[in-house]
């Protein structure tokens, strides 16, 4: 969902479909429930123990994946 610069000296991550932010936000914070992770009032992930930013990533990847994977077979839901 994310397109990165990569290799040109600066990082930015930009959606490469905007309308799907809100979609993305509302699985980060699903996720982070059931792995009970605190996710940042104030946005910032850097006091965030890499561990639970890891496990976070890893598993909303997980999720998508296996999003992909259902429309992918014609099937809808969970």
């Known amino acids: 969902m994310y397109e990165a610069n990569q290799g040109r000296?600066?990082?930015s991550n930009?959606?490469?479909v905007p309308q799907a932010n809100n979609a993305l936000q509302q699985l980060?914070?699903?996720a982070a429930q059931e792995l009970g992770i605190t996710i940042p009032a104030d946005g910032y992930y850097?006091?965030?123990p890499?561990?639970?930013a890891g496990?976070?990533?890893g598993y909303i990847t997980k999720r998508l994946?296996?999003?992909a994977e259902q429309q992918l077979?014609?099937?809808?839901?969970q």
């Open 14 to 16: 930009t959606l490469v």
């Open 73 to 77: 077979s014609g099937r809808s839901g």
């Open 28 to 30: 980060k914070y699903e």
């Open 46 to 48: 850097g006091d965030m």
């Open 65 to 67: 994946v296996q999003l």
């Open 55 to 57: 496990s976070l990533g």
């Open 50 to 52: 890499s561990r639970e």
């Open 9 to 11: 000296g600066r990082r």
